[in-house]
């Protein structure tokens, strides 16, 4: 089964507001990544937070990680019409004996004028 | 520098046919992934690859597909005897380490009719 779950599935949003995102995950994790994916499109890495980081920024990206509850948050300020894109949470773990990224699901973001 | 380059981007095959899936990871980077994505669902692991060894394979479906990754030359993914569930969209990524600075390529989507 998928290592990570994302909710919501999906999140319709007007310009200008925040979007917020979480990812919940079942093993020990060394990181975890977040990617953004337009449709038809390759992935494009946003951002990665390490195990022993709580919180990291990038520009109008704000990324949380909480180890004892397994879960991340990915929140998008001042949404702009280009932010809506389908965006990934992936856990990079040691799985069956060999590291390896693990996605989630995703969540649909859409953004509306 | 370029980064991790698929090709074909398209590609259609008839069911019976073979498909193969070429990857060049980044320069310097000795580590390759697999992912397939089908229509809007996340990537999901296939097969994690180092020079000339196959490191994990666990996400491989074990009948008409295969991965090698030779001393010299790109990545191939091959599939045999394709069906219609073969369609989907294949992922390459590569890295330096096999634990952070993962590129991924813009992806192969194949059509099986």
């Known amino acids: 089964s998928q290592q990570g779950e994302e909710d919501p599935q999906a999140l319709s949003i007007q310009e200008g507001e925040n979007a917020t995102m979480n990812c919940s995950y079942k093993?020990?994790?060394?990181?975890l990544q977040w990617y953004r994916q337009n449709s038809g499109r390759g992935l494009v890495h946003l951002i990665l937070i390490r195990s022993n980081e709580r919180e990291k920024h990038s520009g109008r990206l704000r990324v949380t990680l909480d180890t004892s509850k397994k879960s991340s948050s990915l929140l998008i300020t001042a949404s702009r019409a280009a932010d809506t894109a389908s965006y990934f949470c992936a856990t990079d773990s040691l799985i069956q004996g060999a590291q390896k990224l693990v996605f989630g699901q995703g969540t649909r973001l859409t953004i509306n004028p | 520098n370029a980064g991790v380059m698929q090709n074909p981007r398209h590609l259609v095959r008839r069911r019976g046919q073979e498909a193969r899936l070429r990857c060049s990871p980044m320069?310097?980077?000795?580590?390759v992934y697999w992912y397939r994505q089908l229509p809007e669902e996340g990537l999901k692991f296939m097969v994690y690859?180092?020079?000339?060894?196959?490191?994990?394979e666990s996400g491989m479906p074990k009948e008409r597909f295969s991965a090698e990754f030779p001393k010299e030359g790109p990545s191939i993914l091959r599939i045999q005897q394709v069906v219609r569930g073969d369609s989907a969209a294949y992922f390459c990524?590569?890295?330096?380490?096999?634990?952070?600075?993962?590129?991924f390529g813009s992806g192969t989507r194949l059509t099986v009719v």
């Open positions: 690859l180092q020079k000339e060894n196959i490191i994990d």
């Open positions: 990524a590569s890295s330096p380490s096999g634990h952070y600075g993962y590129t």
């Open positions: 320069k310097g980077h000795s580590h």
């Open positions: 093993t020990s994790i060394n990181n």
